[in-house]
């Protein structure tokens, strides 16, 4: 009598697909392409995999990093179709877009200090603008609260705010300081489609589409973002080079992205500086109003 026949070994699956996989077992799912032997990774593989090429020094990011130093020259490369080895524009945006908030926020966002360094002090006494923005304006001057041309609640609240004893006042003054800067962050992010629209009408003539206009919003904002930090060392030679840099910047990489005559440019540069500090205008009230009612 033959022996009866062992039992057939359970056959292993891909746990992405569930896809069959033979034996033996390969590294990697042929149907998929994901790992086929799976554990939990160790704390040096989370952060190779979080890292990855993204960050290392021959990574896309710095690869784009480099290009966007150069007016213009990132967007030309992503219109062009070289996009692979480049991070996509929303992606860096994003990333230098939160650093910049995130190192901005550490530099200056989490403890006020005086200028030898102490923690600041608020003397309900001495004079403290809350708020210098235009005609609205509010604060405490030789302990007299006074709140021009801002809604009745608003100032209110801020009344209540201000006459706190001064501990409480400097970590109000703080917190209101944190909150502006998250807010404005977002606001930033919701303005860029506009931006991208005035880019369309601005240059109707090119044929372009707005989702190109928005990449190159995408990467002026992001290079704008990255100039901000060279602002944040108290350096005033650093600070006037990079200001005339941000200025400069743009009318260059207009010039190349677009291509129109120099004078054409110009004009149209100033059309897009006028409508970009009327909407960010009416974003700042946005975002100041809302720092006040939170």
């Not at 593989?45 to 007016?71: I, K």
């Not at 230098?96 to 003397?123: H, P």
């Not at 003539?205 to 928005?214: A, I, V, W």
């Amino acid at each position: 009598m033959n022996a009866p026949d062992a039992a057939p070994a359970p056959q292993t699956r891909c746990a992405n697909c569930a896809q069959p996989l033979p034996l033996p077992l390969p590294n990697y799912c042929a149907h998929c392409g994901q790992e086929s032997r799976l554990r939990p990774p160790t704390l040096m593989e989370f952060l190779q995999q979080f890292g990855g090429a993204y960050l290392s020094t021959e990574g896309a990011l710095w690869r784009s990093l480099a290009r966007l130093l150069v007016p213009g020259q990132l967007t030309l490369e992503y219109l062009a179709g070289r996009r692979r080895r480049y991070v996509l524009p929303l992606r860096l945006y994003l990333t230098v877009s939160v650093v910049a908030f995130l190192i901005l926020k550490l530099a200056g966002g989490l403890e006020l200090r005086g200028q030898e360094g102490k923690a600041l002090r608020i003397d309900p006494g001495e004079q403290l603008h809350f708020i210098e923005l235009g005609h609205w304006r509010a604060g405490l001057e030789q302990g007299r609260f006074y709140c021009e041309n801002l809604p009745a609640p608003m100032c209110e609240r801020l009344r209540r705010r201000l006459h706190a004893e001064p501990a409480a006042l400097a970590a109000e003054v703080q917190d209101g300081k944190d909150r502006f800067i998250g807010h404005w962050a977002t606001a930033m992010f919701l303005l860029l489609p506009l931006f991208a629209l005035w880019l369309k009408l601005l240059w109707l003539d090119t044929g372009r589409r707005y989702t190109e206009h928005l990449v190159f919003a995408l990467h002026l904002h992001a290079f704008w973002f990255a100039a901000l930090l060279l602002c944040l060392p108290p350096l005033p030679w650093l600070r006037t080079l990079t200001a005339g840099a941000c200025l400069l910047y743009p009318l260059v990489a207009l010039q190349r992205v677009y291509a129109r005559r120099w004078w054409s440019t110009l004009l149209r540069a100033g059309l897009l500086l006028l409508l970009n500090l009327f909407t960010i205008g009416f974003a700042l009230a946005a975002v100041l109003i809302l720092t006040l009612l939170t």
